[in-house]
Structure formats: structure tokens, C-alpha cells
């Protein structure tokens, strides 16, 4: 990946980040589901989604539930939003 590509693939991450913060503070569900969050922010379809949450479970941004398509932010997620 170039740099701007990069730079625009952390951005994604981020917003998905907020997103999912933004949903976890303003409603007592704990886990959300992937793809709603997804299609919320614009990524095209499952497998960009699946990618991205991927790689926010490889940095310990997000956290699987016992339902397939949960996630649910952690600690680590939350700290990094609201920096």
C-alpha cells in the first residue's frame, strides 16, 4: 500500500472506531453487528467489512461476541477514540 493508501485505510478504521463508540454510548447494547456498522459508514460490502474487522481484532480494537457478526468496542477501542 502507498502512503495514501494507508493513510486512507486508518482513516476507515477510525471511523469505524467512532461509530462503533458513538453506538455503545448511546444505547445499552454491548455488541453490535459488524455490518450494520459497516454499511453505516460506507464500505461496500461484507468482505471489506470482514477485512477491517479483522484487523481492529489483530490491535485489540474490537472484541468478537458469541454472535457471528457481533463486536463489541474494548478498552483499548475506547482509549483510542477518545484521544
Known amino acids: 500500500m502507498c502512503s495514501n493508501q494507508l493513510m486512507a485505510h486508518e482513516d476507515i478504521g477510525q471511523t469505524f472506531l467512532l461509530k462503533l463508540y458513538e453506538k455503545s454510548v448511546s444505547d445499552s447494547v454491548q455488541a453490535f453487528d459488524r455490518y450494520e456498522i459497516g454499511s453505516d ?8 467489512t470482514d477485512n477491517l474487522v479483522d484487523e481492529l481484532l489483530d490491535r485489540g480494537y474490537v472484541i468478537k461476541a458469541k454472535e457471528k457478526s457481533k463486536i463489541y468496542l474494548s478498552n483499548k477501542g475506547r482509549k483510542r477514540v477518545e484521544i
Open 41 to 48: 459508514i460506507g464500505l461496500l460490502d461484507k468482505v471489506q
